[in-house]
């Protein structure tokens, strides 16, 4: 039972996939995207994290502090830490704390990433641009090595997929679902090439 959340979050992604090629030059405005960024003013989640073979779970605290800084604290449920990240609105971020386990720079790294995906706190307007297929609106944010692309419907009114990718192909994909005044009851995040998932369900308060 322990992995029923995670695995109702990352079945969200199962079959998903999409290939940049054979995209079409798309017109709109590339701002459009930031109706979709989550309001996290203080926001609850069971949360359950398997990488490479260890289980995590726990609650996820999000929160906006008022200088607009996002807080995120991983703990158990009696108050153990996990980590305890700051992801601030220019794009910096700070480990306050990082349990021994996770404590290597390609773990912090990747979360890092991760949450940076689902936060939507891109820096990088300048050089984004849009594509389009028969069916859907791909926001796509150059970065040093692949892109962060978004996915919506051709109306560019639903968020259908959220990816990270190399130069070849998508190696995140993350959803989120059930938005309630910005809010999303369910989040899941997996990665391609290696085991890495994340799954959040909000509890309310």
């Known amino acids: 039972m322990r992995y029923l959340l995670l695995s109702s979050c990352i079945f969200l992604l199962a079959g998903c996939s999409s290939v940049y090629k054979n995209l079409q030059p798309a017109t709109g405005d590339?701002?459009?995207?930031?109706?979709?960024?989550p309001d996290f003013k203080d926001v609850l989640y069971k949360a359950e994290i398997d990488?490479?073979?260890?289980?995590?779970?726990?609650l996820l605290l999000i929160k906006t502090?008022?200088?607009?800084?996002?807080?995120m604290v991983f703990s158990t449920e009696t108050g153990y830490k996990f980590f305890d990240f700051a992801f601030s609105p220019d794009g910096g971020f700070k480990v306050f704390y990082v349990v021994k386990q996770m404590n290597k720079a390609a773990v912090i790294k990747t979360l890092k990433k991760d949450f940076e995906l689902i936060l939507l706190p891109q820096k990088n307007y300048k050089s984004a641009y849009l594509r389009k297929d028969d069916s859907n609106l791909y926001y796509i944010f150059p970065?040093?090595?692949?892109?962060f692309c978004y996915?919506?419907?051709?109306?560019?009114?639903?968020?259908?997929?959220?990816e990270i990718s190399s130069p070849h192909k998508p190696?995140?994909?993350?959803?989120?679902?059930?938005?309630?005044?910005?809010?999303?009851?369910?989040?899941g995040i997996s990665h391609k090439n290696f085991n890495f998932t994340i799954g959040l369900k909000k509890i309310e308060r």
Not at 30 to 37: G, H, R, Y
Not at 51 to 58: A, D, E, P, Y
Not at 172 to 187: E, R
């Open 30 to 37: 590339i701002n459009d995207l930031q109706k979709f960024k």
């Open 151 to 162: 996915i919506t419907d051709l109306k560019g009114t639903e968020m259908k997929i959220m």
């Open 143 to 147: 970065k040093s090595k692949g892109s």
């Open 51 to 58: 990488v490479v073979g260890h289980h995590l779970s726990g």
């Open 65 to 71: 502090l008022p200088d607009s800084t996002i807080r």
């Open 171 to 187: 190696i995140v994909q993350a959803m989120m679902k059930d938005d309630f005044n910005g809010v999303p009851d369910t989040i």
